[in-house]
């Protein structure tokens, strides 16, 4: 069974910054993978960046070159989202996959002028 709490999120407006967080209750370097999709309202959930065990990672296309995802400690991830737009307005959650997948509550983040 793992854990993830989240956290960070919030308002902000169209270029902005903002930074969430993911803390496990198990070390990452555990887990397949580890990082974030994001459901906005009437859609799909969609991925946004996930870190595999070895560090590669991955982006959705909708955020390549604006989002970053890394490794704060050996339990927390973390994910930059910079030059915010208002199609980036969704809940984002944290994910991992290990013996199955998990997932956290969700965060709102919320791009408005």
């Known amino acids: 069974q793992v854990q993830l709490v989240e956290s960070g999120g919030g308002t902000v407006q169209p270029g902005g910054s903002l930074r969430v967080s993911c803390a496990a209750s198990?070390?990452?370097?555990?887990?397949?993978?580890m990082g974030w999709y994001r459901q906005a309202p009437g859609k799909e959930r969609e991925l946004v960046a996930v870190l595999n065990s070895g560090g590669a990672t991955t982006y959705g296309d909708s955020v390549k070159g604006r989002f970053i995802i890394s490794r704060e400690n050996k339990n927390t991830v973390l994910l930059q989202m910079n030059s915010l737009k208002p199609e980036d307005t969704a809940v984002y959650f944290c994910y991992a996959q290990y013996d199955t997948n998990y997932w956290g509550q969700g965060t709102q983040v919320t791009v408005s002028s």
């Open positions: 198990v070390t990452i370097f555990r887990l397949n993978h």
